[in-house]
């Protein structure tokens, strides 16, 4: 199934747009997340991570631009097409997006039971695993409405891992949760980028995330890529948009939607 | 001024329906395309997921389809039996109330009740998957929702249906027959065999038929309405009455395009 032939970057963008109604959300994103790093995406809120995320997973069509996926153009990609790539990419949603009509063992099984050929022991045992790697060993029969927010997104971790991703999408990792959850997440992402190197591209607004699990750091604004550099970089940088959102102050170059219509 | 508005908001609501129709016709299409590829054995669904839906969709909906059209044969009799009295033909009630519910009114009953029974549940169900991302996260893990959510829900609302049809023309005969012997006094022997008497094969099949194409109607519309949702607990409330008022409508639609055509062309 591995194409180890490949080794160019796991995910470039080339002008990538998309617009809701006369909202330029992206306005030509060139982005390349080479194999093995963890890429962080920040922004203010609207910014257009999310569409950016969404995009490149193929929730939405676009616009203008290219994405290609492990060397494929996905820009246009058929539904047959994509198969093949969705085994090798795993998504962490914001919510979790745990299956609620399963238990939480069914979840993080499906994938396999209608990917793989595996048998069911096998399959019970992988499952447990999994769980075991998020710290949730023993929670199979629970259901997830039985769990709290934390929880669901570790079991939504695990199911993302299912099928072993040769890269994850997380959207919003750390948001919801209570910073010793948050730090338990941010470990796991590392965790999971060093030992299966897993090659990461993190969607968020939390800098605490961006500063432990980055190893090179986007910034989105005004649907382009403003800033590009390491977590050293961004640190250091004087520039005033990027310098604004880091410290968190209200006032400076950067408006809010709402701000600025109000 | 006030023509151009009218005509203008009619025309958009118009246009908005016909929209709304053709990704219907298409969702019928991907699910046909799905419903092969299962049949073929180039796709699977889970069995599981096929039984769950049809106890839902069949045994839990059985008791409050048996009492809508027993009411519904009860009020045939004591609407027509009077009438009939009259003419001198009182045991017609029997004949009356057999060809109406098989013919026309148990399959359409039986939908109707369905369409607000099981329709809007699965309309409510797919529109909480689709705000809560589920079916993103379906689509994301290489699982086709349509193969997944709709093919299941289809074949267990095609398979169910026409045995609550069945069951609800003899629940609208039994009504009949409760109000023609209890209260007009036709004999219970004399019910029976005048109600067998008026009963043809023919309309029992039309009304399969029917059935057939009505259990589509609901599971298709519930579907598109829940798989576009947008906006959270807002838009699941607008998708599931959406979804009852469209397939109340589309049934009630399709009924006349299917009485016209058994009665004229199949004739």
Known sequence: MREPSYKGPAIVTEGLVKSFGADNVLDGVNLVVERGEVLVVIGISGCGKSTLLRSIIGAYTLDDGTIRLLGRDVSSASEEEWLPLRKRMGVLFQQGALYTSMTVGENVALPMREHTELAEPVIEIMVRMKLDLVGLGGTEGLMPAQLSGGMQKRVALARALALDPEIMFYDEPTTGLDPIMAGAVNRLIIDFNRKLSVTSLVITQDMNCCYAVASRVVMLHEGKIHFSGSVDALRSTDDPVVRQFVEGRPDGPVRHRAAAAG | ?267
């Open chain 2, 1 to 267: 001024m006030v023509l151009e508005e009218f005509f203008g908001r009619t025309g958009a609501k118009a246009r908005a329906f016909f929209r709304v129709l053709g990704e219907m016709f298409a969702l019928l299409g991907l699910s046909v395309y799905w419903s092969m590829s299962v049949v073929a054995g180039r796709a699977r669904i889970r069995r599981s997921d096929l039984f769950v839906q049809m106890v839902r969709v069949g045994v839990d909906a059985l008791p409050i389809v048996v009492l809508c059209n027993v009411f519904v044969g009860m009020i045939l009799a004591v609407s027509t039996a009077e009438l009939l009295d009259s003419l001198g033909v009182l045991s017609w009630t029997a004949q009356v109330v057999g060809v109406a519910t098989t013919r026309e009114l148990s399959p359409l009953m039986t939908a109707i009740i369905m369409s607000g029974f099981v329709g809007a549940a699965m309309a409510a169900e797919i529109g909480a998957m689709t705000a809560s991302e589920e079916v993103l996260a379906l689509e994301t893990s290489a699982l086709n929702p349509i193969r997944f959510l709709v093919v299941p829900r289809l074949w267990a609302v095609m398979a169910m249906l026409p045995c609550l049809t069945v069951i609800a023309d003899v629940a609208g005969m039994f009504g009949g027959y409760l109000i023609g012997t209890l209260f007009f006094g036709i004999g219970p022997v004399r019910y029976i065999t005048l109600n067998n008497s008026s009963l043809y094969l023919k309309d029992i099949i039309a009304g399969l038929i029917k059935a057939e194409a009505f259990a589509v109607i609901i599971t298709i519309v519930a579907c598109q309405q829940g798989l576009a949702v947008r906006g959270g607990a807002v838009g699941v409330g607008r998708a599931t009455t959406n979804s009852v008022v469209y397939s109340i409508f589309l049934l009630i639609f399709s009924n006349l395009f299917f009485a016209t055509l058994f009665n004229y062309v199949m004739m």
